[in-house]
């Protein structure tokens, strides 16, 4: 076993990201106002890698800055680098992420990162010739981790074009179903993902005795103990996806509730995104402070949600 393979073996992980590119840098400049600054978006990144490493088992950073901040990342916490040109940037309606031209997954291992992890928007109900498209890109970085020895992190964002308000009641319903089916299809060996990081399978702003009623409590536990179910044997992983922290947190503790034994999360704005107001107002030391402060009591938190 290589020290990358190692990763998908490690429990808990305990991830945070710092990945985003310009939805970030655009909220950094709004915070800022007439003092941003082109260096923002790097200082407030190398701000999270630096305070949050302390204790999380592993960061993630984006392709663009990744090099300069890999020194931020405070050992033992182990680095972990993004294959995407930026999150934000797909090529067109089908939704297909857009490789970086700067990073080869060749170049990881020279870097003294183990894990990569690519992102990829995608949608079971859409034709088979689209999903046919980004499950071959999928195949392709597999077969090419598999040969430079690095740890393969898939992150499938699912979506349905027939329900466009993914905050929507019918999204609610439809969601649980949709991540089970993605998690199946690449949990799937042929695709050699080491890690799965998905998605809760139900939005909690539609369960009952938590938000709208849209989904009973029992359905939701059911939702999360199937959705684990589709991953196998590989290893999975709960991304905040943009939800605020304390629904982040409920979410951990519903699916130990519900009995799924998950490796771990990979936590971004969910923890950090109330410094970039802070960042905005009173600088980056302000922000870094919060940062050691706030920032590592959520992490700490969201890390006894799921012991």
């Known amino acids: 076993m290589t020290a990358g393979r190692s990763l998908a073996r ?132 597999g077969r090419e981790c598999r040969e430079a020895g690095v740890t393969f992190l898939f992150e499938p964002i699912i979506y349905d074009r027939a329900i466009p308000d993914g905050a929507s009641a019918a999204f609610a319903r439809a969601k649980p179903g949709l991540v089970e089916r993605a998690t199946r299809t690449f949990a799937d060996p042929v695709f050699g993902i080491d890690i799965l990081k998905v998605e809760l399978p139900v939005n909690l702003d539609h369960v009952a005795g938590i938000g709208r009623p849209t989904l009973t409590q029992a359905e939701a536990e059911a939702a999360f103990i199937h959705a684990a179910a589709a991953a196998g044997n590989v290893p999975l992983l709960y991304l905040s996806a943009g939800v605020s922290f304390a629904r982040f947190e409920e979410g951990l503790r519903m699916a130990r509730r519900a009995g799924v034994d998950p490796a771990g999360f990979m936590c971004g704005r969910a923890i950090w995104s109330d410094a970039v107001g802070i960042f905005g107002a009173d600088g980056p030391a302000a922000a870094e402070r919060w940062m050691e402060d706030e920032g590592l009591r959520r992490l700490d938190r969201l890390a006894e949600a799921l012991a």
């Open 10 to 141: 490690c429990k808990p992980i305990h991830g945070i990201a710092v990945d985003q590119g310009s939805g970030l840098g655009a909220l950094l400049r709004a915070a800022r106002g007439a003092a941003a600054d082109a260096q923002d978006l790097f200082t407030f990144k190398r701000i999270v890698a630096a305070t949050l490493s302390r204790r999380a088992t592993t960061l993630l950073v984006d392709s663009h800055f990744g090099r300069a901040l890999l020194p931020a990342i405070q050992p033992p916490c182990r680095p972990m680098l993004a294959y995407e040109a930026d999150v934000y940037r797909i090529t067109n309606e089908d939704r297909i992420t857009v490789l970086p031209e700067n990073l080869m997954v060749s170049d990881y291992p020279a870097l003294g990162v183990e894990t990569l992890k690519f992102f990829l928007y995608y949608a079971p109900n859409d034709p088979a010739e689209v999903n046919g498209r980004k499950q071959d890109l999928v195949r392709q970085i």
